[in-house]
């Protein structure tokens, strides 16, 4: 008796659970694939948003160029690209253009703000990793190949803000911070996630087409073989 009602409590306190977002209207048009893919891109786009105002805290520079506040900057830059809109400094460019403009320190350096270039660049990326989509349906599905190049141009971005320096010898952007005050790993550590879902994405991807492939196999042989087999004696 004392055992049931334990149970019983056990089971009272986890359908007492919330989840952690309330089901969408548009929810009955994704599969379960289209779910993880559009969750794994909403942690990836908050893990750029805590990189940019990161960036943004070593390097008040930049978001000078253009507005009032890091966070000001922040807000402007993906309502340009949610709105797909082009910065007026980067003329265009996104993806891989955007982040190279980012670094651009010779002898025609980017004169815009370079956090918000790399910003506009990554956010191209996992749109177009995520099926050139920011909302995946049943008509969507993640491109392995293309993940897979996004999650290598993110590590790439994370090297050149570490390594790359300007004429002057300093680095064109500041990132870590390792003082008496501690370890300020922020932008190591976002980055890494977003590089990690990526490449989780890719493979699930990639096996995703592959057993496709041997579903529709299986099928074949079991629908033209299959009363074959069943005639067959059993020992």
């Known amino acids: ?11 009272s306190g ?9 089901y969408e209207n ?9 779910r993880i893919a559009n969750l794994a891109l ?17 390097n008040p520079r930049e978001w000078r160029k253009w507005a009032t506040s890091a966070e000001d900057a922040t807000n402007r830059t993906w309502d340009a690209i949610n ?29 815009g703000d370079r956090v918000a270039a790399l910003v506009v660049g990554w956010a191209s990326l996992l749109k177009q990793a995520n099926g050139n ?8 599905g993640v491109n392995a190949e293309n ?4 999650a290598r141009n993110f590590e790439i971005s994370l090297w050149l803000i570490s390594s790359k320096v300007g004429p002057d010898g300093q680095p064109v952007l500041l990132a870590t911070e390792i003082s008496d005050r ?3 790993l922020v932008v190591d550590r976002e980055l890494s996630k977003v590089v990690a879902r990526l490449d989780l994405l890719a493979a699930q991807a990639d096996e995703k087409y592959r057993r496709a492939a041997l579903d529709f196999s299986q099928n074949w042989l079991l629908g033209n073989l299959g009363p074959f087999f069943s005639m067959l004696p059993k020992n």
């Open 147 to 150: 993940s897979y190049r996004a």
């Open 182 to 184: 501690g370890r300020n």
């Open 83 to 111: 709105q797909e809109q082009s910065l007026p400094a980067l003329q265009g460019a996104t993806g891989i253009d955007a982040i190279r403009l980012a670094f651009e320190s010779g002898a025609k350096p980017y004169g």
């Open 1 to 11: 008796m004392p055992g049931i009602c334990a149970a019983a409590l056990f089971i």
């Open 26 to 34: 548009n929810e009955w048009l994704q599969t379960s694939t289209n």
């Open 42 to 58: 909403r942690d990836n786009i908050q893990s750029v948003k805590r990189v940019q105002l990161s960036l943004y805290r070593r």
């Open 133 to 140: 989509t920011w909302q995946q349906t049943m008509l969507d």
């Open 14 to 22: 986890c359908s007492s659970t919330q989840r952690a977002d309330p």
